[in-house]
């Protein structure tokens, strides 16, 4: 806790008891020094006894030392809640002994029939009393109507999501649509204030003309735009699709992929860096860390937490510059523009997440491009599974990457793989174990911090858009 200035100082009044909940104490600087004060006594011979003779006292004192942290406990004490059960008679009776695992038991251990005992999810994540200023009711402009909330999600979201008018299209609807929403347009009419926002309308009009599908990622990496201003500039030139072989990527109006079987190259790939420690090395091992960790999760004795850069007024009026500007002043938001990693996979290189989604097309390896079109000029149907590609493509992309990326983290790691064995047919064959969840989309510069949202990419680009 020391070593972590972000942290508080737990105290746990039953140490013994894992449903004992902590009082915290918050870090403050100080200095003062820590003294050893010594009191020495020492008694005189008393000569008359009817004389009472007062004891000599001295005190030594000697400093020690400096201290320059100190930790104070200034919260209240929240609710405990012990392992008892009340009888029918109202006596209290202890389920320690019947609720904890001292040792490893057999089957009847957990057959047992005991009371019901549910400890509550959550403590207070406050423990200082605080005032609630109440407000008044907001007194909107004329023409303004409340947001439908629909009754079956009341609770969770603090404040309705402001709509970006995106059009959502499953693999299973007949018709694709040809023009946005007129609330998009109006939507990026208003938010279109200067050239430089004209400028990325037009770019990433270009980038449709040439590849009518795109992952926002790879987007991000073409084009030097502010998040927010990409919310409304993609509904207002293409519509999402949700589901098949095109799920979370950006369509271009009026192009149906379901038609044209050249666009199987736009296809997703869902690919994970598969580990385990069959195959000589564990996800502690990887080079390529995940992007959250259930191990830095902050919980609410933690006393702050790294800020997140935020945006003003003036910057979204002002807009994004491209990286390809030319001057010697680098915009402040080039950092917004993603790297070619984000969306290309290339031998030799390792993705910058365990989980990465990849079109066919930015499979940048002569090997995988042969197995993407196996079946050129044979295309016969296009599945919700597959797309225009042959049955398993998917299954063979995955096996030859994570053969490739096993070859690299061979490379680095050699003594890790110094017990591994390869297969009869000489390939090495990996099986998916890590259970990684899917990350979220953005990888930003070093100095950009990534969203706290969704860990579920197509689930948190959704979610932008509702």
């Not at 979370?248 to 385990?276: M, N, T």
């Not at 996979?345 to 079109?373: T, W």
């Not at 390939?427 to 990534?450: C, H, I, V, W």
Request: net charge neutral; glycine share 4%.
């Amino acid at each position: 806790i020391y070593a972590d200035p972000a942290k508080r100082l737990e105290l746990y009044f039953r140490p013994k008891d894992p449903y004992c909940h902590p009082v915290c104490a918050n870090r403050f600087p100080t200095s003062t020094m820590l003294l050893r004060v010594r009191r020495r006594t020492k008694k005189k011979q008393q000569l008359d006894t009817e004389e009472q003779v007062q004891p000599e006292v001295e005190f030594e004192m000697e400093i020690l030392g400096i201290v320059t942290t100190v930790y104070k406990f200034q919260g209240m004490s929240d609710f405990q809640y012990l392992a008892m059960h009340s009888g029918p008679d109202g006596k209290q009776t202890s389920m320690y002994d019947k609720v904890l695992m001292l040792k490893p038991e057999k089957e009847e251990f957990f057959n047992r029939d005991l009371p019901l005992y549910i400890p509550p999810p959550i403590f207070s994540r406050l423990d200082t009393p605080i005032d609630y200023f109440y407000r008044p009711d907001i007194q909107h402009r004329s023409g303004y109507n409340n947001p439908q909330v629909s009754g079956e999600n009341l609770i969770g979201l603090s404040r309705a999501r402001r709509p970006h008018n995106a059009i959502f299209v499953n693999f299973d609807d007949e018709e694709i649509p040809t023009k946005p929403l007129d609330a998009a347009v109006q939507n990026w009419k208003k938010a279109c204030t200067n050239p430089v926002d004209k400028k990325v309308e037009e770019e990433l009009r270009k980038l449709f003309e040439v590849r009518p599908v795109w992952s926002r990622n790879a987007v991000k990496a073409n084009i030097s735009v502010h998040p927010e201003k990409l919310k409304m500039l993609l509904p207002y030139l293409a519509y999402y699709m949700l589901t098949g072989p095109w799920r979370s990527l950006w369509v271009r109006f009026g192009y149906d992929p379901r038609k044209h079987p050249e666009a199987k190259i736009y296809q997703v790939l869902d690919f994970r860096i598969r580990c385990g420690m069959k195959y000589g090395y564990a996800a502690t091992d990887m080079p390529v860390k995940a992007k959250r960790s259930t191990y830095n999760y902050s919980l609410p004795i933690t006393l702050k937490k790294q800020g997140i850069h935020t945006v003003s007024v003036h910057d979204l009026k002002q807009g994004l510059g491209t990286a390809g500007t030319s001057g010697a002043k680098k915009s402040p938001f080039s950092r917004y523009k993603l790297k070619e990693s984000i969306y290309i996979f290339r031998e030799g290189a390792l993705p910058p997440y365990r989980q990465m989604f990849y079109q066919l097309c930015d499979l940048n390896v002569e090997s995988l491009q042969k197995i993407v079109h196996r079946n050129d000029g044979t295309e016969s149907e296009c599945t919700e599974r597959d797309g225009w590609c042959l049955a398993k493509t998917s299954d063979d992309l995955r096996d030859s990457m994570s053969l490739m990326i096993k070859q690299i983290i061979r490379s680095t790691r050699p003594a890790l793989f110094s017990n591994t064995t390869s297969s009869e047919d000489g390939k090495e064959q990996l099986a998916y174990e890590s259970g990684e969840d899917e990350d979220d989309e953005e990888e930003e510069e070093e100095d950009f911090k990534p969203s706290d949202g969704s860990e579920n990419e197509m689930e948190t680009e959704i979610l932008d858009y509702v």
